[in-house]
């Protein structure tokens, strides 16, 4: 496809990043912006799967300290959740509780609540509504120094990061150039990957097996640098 025809579907101001980032070449604008698809996709499957582990992390801790259905219970009057300062949490489980309907059960529960809200459970409020204990799903976790914390604000400010990235794939915004600007960069889509790797790591999940044949963000990172 001719240049003129991409950036007419695309919208010329979409692509004038990668147009300046490629220096005019439009063959090389129109490979950097297929190889930045490419990426995304390749985070969005990584972090996906990192969701799924991690909240079935901390669902299993859950259920080995609050039962089979602690998240339904929790939302209850006088449950975990029942309290002033974690109340959107309980409207939370609570209105996934009532989407389900008839065909709740615990597991579909889990499945049902977002990223957002698997984050917040490291909120201070409630981290400390289900007893100060959900960093035991990290047990590789570095331990904390008197100048350095790896505390669940710590946890809940990476988990963030991670959410806040998976958001800009999400609105398909690239994740090729710098803040802002028409440079090819791919140091912040690097860290974030890294970001990743090392929560998978803090949980003892051997991140290399379980993304094996689905995880190819070094090589992407590799051709764009090399475009």
């Keep these: 496809m001719r240049y003129s025809k991409f950036a007419a579907i695309l919208l010329p101001a979409r692509m004038s990043r990668y147009h300046k980032a490629a ?28 969701e799924i582990a991690l909240r079935n992390k901390i669902d ?17 009057t006088n449950g975990l959740f029942d309290t002033n300062n974690t109340k959107l949490t309980q409207k939370n489980i609570n209105a996934a509780v009532t989407k389900l309907g008839p065909h709740y059960s615990h597991n579909k ?14 909120a201070q409020k409630q981290f400390r509504a289900t007893g100060n204990t959900l960093l035991h799903i990290f047990p590789c976790k570095p331990k904390s120094s008197t100048s350095f914390q790896y505390n ?22 690239p994740i090729c150039f710098l803040k802002k600007q028409s440079i090819k960069d791919l140091t912040s889509a690097r860290n974030h990957y890294n ?4 929560m998978f790591h803090w949980m003892d999940i051997d991140a290399s097996e379980y993304l094996y044949g689905i995880d190819h963000i070094e090589q992407y990172c590799d051709q764009i640098e090399r475009l």
């Design 152 to 173: 669940q604000n710590y946890v809940f400010n990476q988990l963030a990061t991670i959410n806040n990235f998976r958001n800009r794939i999400a609105h398909h915004e």
């Design 23 to 50: 220096h005019g070449d439009t063959r090389k604008a129109m490979t950097l912006y297929r190889l930045n698809l490419k990426l995304s996709q390749e985070f969005f499957t990584v972090i996906s799967c990192f």
């Design 109 to 122: 529960l889990v499945a049902e609540l977002g990223f957002g809200f698997w984050r917040y459970l490291f």
């Design 60 to 76: 299993q801790h859950g259920i080995t300290r609050f039962g089979n259905h602690w998240l339904r219970e929790g939302a209850r």
């Design 195 to 198: 970001t990743i790797l090392n």
